[in-house]
């Protein structure tokens, strides 16, 4: 395969994703059809797997101050 066949190669992944994640939308597309087909409430988002956490806001830093005030309660 040519280094330009291969750039066309991923440009087409790009725009029809090939491989493991889109078979995880098929997966998660037909499980909350099922599930909606029972009476469920499951939607796509619920049935498909999140294997990358996402990112959370970093917590503002705590003085030391606040830190035992709020330990004691005060």
Same mark, same amino acid.
């Given at each position: 395969m040519s280094a330009s066949e291969f750039y066309y190669w991923v440009a087409f992944d790009k725009l029809n994703p090939i491989g493991?994640?889109? @078979?995880?939308? @098929?997966a998660a597309q037909i499980a909350s059809s099922?599930?909606?087909?029972? /009476? /469920?409430?499951?939607?796509?988002d619920d049935c498909l797997i999140k294997?990358?956490?996402?990112?959370?806001e970093?917590?503002?830093p705590v003085s030391l101050f606040d830190a035992l005030s709020n330990l004691l309660g005060k």
């Amino acid at each position: 395969m040519s280094a330009s066949e291969f750039y066309y190669w991923v440009a087409f992944d790009k725009l029809n994703p090939i491989g493991d994640e889109r @078979h995880d939308w @098929h997966a998660a597309q037909i499980a909350s059809s099922i599930y909606r087909s029972q /009476g /469920g409430k499951a939607s796509f988002d619920d049935c498909l797997i999140k294997f990358r956490e996402e990112k959370k806001e970093p917590k503002e830093p705590v003085s030391l101050f606040d830190a035992l005030s709020n330990l004691l309660g005060k």
